[in-house]
């Protein structure tokens, strides 16, 4: 599975779907869910007051050097963010993690 099997190409940027693990102890990229088809993010922040949302924001920004901004799932472990930028760089970018 790549990323471009869970993402889709909007006006300005990269549609992706995730599969967040709260309260890890490693944050990262951890792979894909083959059955969910999304890309999963494991964070330390608890799901409590948009923590965990926020920290999947940050550490995406990191990783892709874009803008972030959960889209979809605010209160699910099920979320969609849209990454502005060029969707190629940004493909490329999360895959080399």
Avoid: Y
Wanted: net charge positive; aromatic share 2%.
């Amino acid at each position: 599975m790549e990323v471009s099997d869970v993402s889709r190409v909007r006006p300005g940027g990269l549609e992706v779907d995730l599969q967040v693990t709260p309260g890890a102890a490693k944050p990262g990229l951890a792979g894909f869910s083959q059955w969910r088809k999304r890309l999963i993010v494991k964070v330390r922040a608890p799901p409590l007051e948009g923590q965990a949302n926020h920290e999947v924001e940050e550490l995406l920004e990191q990783l892709t050097g874009c803008t972030v901004r959960v889209i979809a799932g605010l209160t699910s472990r099920q979320k969609t963010v849209l990454i502005s930028g060029d969707p190629e760089a940004i493909c490329a970018s999360l895959t080399k993690t």
